[in-house]
């Protein structure tokens, strides 16, 4: 799990790609406004600033969906302790019927795409931020997914 976050950068690039448009439209209105003050043709310099201002607009709607869908990446430490706690889920989730499996995995968003140059499966979810579901008692059995109040 740890190697495979290590390889989400897309989100880092998008992330640092917005905030160096943003600090390009500001030195733009920063030269723009220093343009007007010496005496350029307003019309003309109006309209530059409209296109920075549109342009560090953009960047920052674009900073903020990627902070806002940005993963949490997790340690060692984290994947360990989290492994732990689910205790033995493989035979829980053996034994568990059909629909239940498909709708835990559907309320996962749960993805399985096949590399047939290394023969294996890639595993990947996203975990609702807003889900609330608690699984009780794993080790001992499996207990339907509720939800708090």
Same mark, same amino acid.
């Given at each position: 799990?740890?190697?495979a976050?290590?390889?989400?950068s897309?989100?880092?690039l #998008?992330?640092?790609q +917005?905030? @160096?448009?943003?600090e390009?439209?500001?030195a733009?209105l920063?030269?723009?406004?220093?343009a007007?003050?010496?005496?350029?043709?307003p019309?003309?310099?109006?309209?530059?600033? +409209?296109?920075?201002?549109?342009?560090?607009?953009?960047?920052?709607?674009?900073?903020?969906?990627a @902070?806002?869908?940005?993963?949490?990446?997790?340690?060692?430490?984290?994947?360990?302790?989290?492994v732990?706690?689910?205790?033995?889920?493989?035979?829980?989730?053996?034994?568990?019927?059909?629909a239940?499996k498909?709708?835990?995995y559907?309320?996962?968003?749960?993805?399985?795409?096949y590399q047939?140059?290394?023969n294996?499966v890639? +595993?990947?979810?996203?975990?609702?931020?807003a889900?609330?579901? #608690?699984?009780?008692?794993?080790?001992?059995g499996?207990?339907?997914?509720?939800t708090?109040?």
């Open positions: 799990m740890a190697t976050q290590a390889n989400m897309s989100h880092d #998008v992330i640092d +917005a905030r @160096r448009a943003i390009e439209s500001n733009k920063v030269n723009y406004r220093a007007l003050d010496a005496g350029a043709d019309v003309v310099i109006t309209s530059w600033i +409209a296109q920075a201002q549109a342009a560090k607009t953009a960047a920052e709607r674009n900073l903020r969906e @902070r806002r869908t940005q993963t949490q990446a997790l340690s060692h430490e984290e994947i360990a302790a989290l732990e706690d689910l205790g033995d889920m493989a035979s829980a989730l053996g034994e568990a019927e059909p239940e498909a709708d835990l559907r309320q996962l968003d749960l993805r399985l795409t047939p140059s290394t294996t890639k +595993a990947e979810l996203k975990i609702n931020p889900y609330r579901g #608690v699984m009780e008692r794993v080790r001992g499996t207990q339907p997914l509720r708090r109040p």
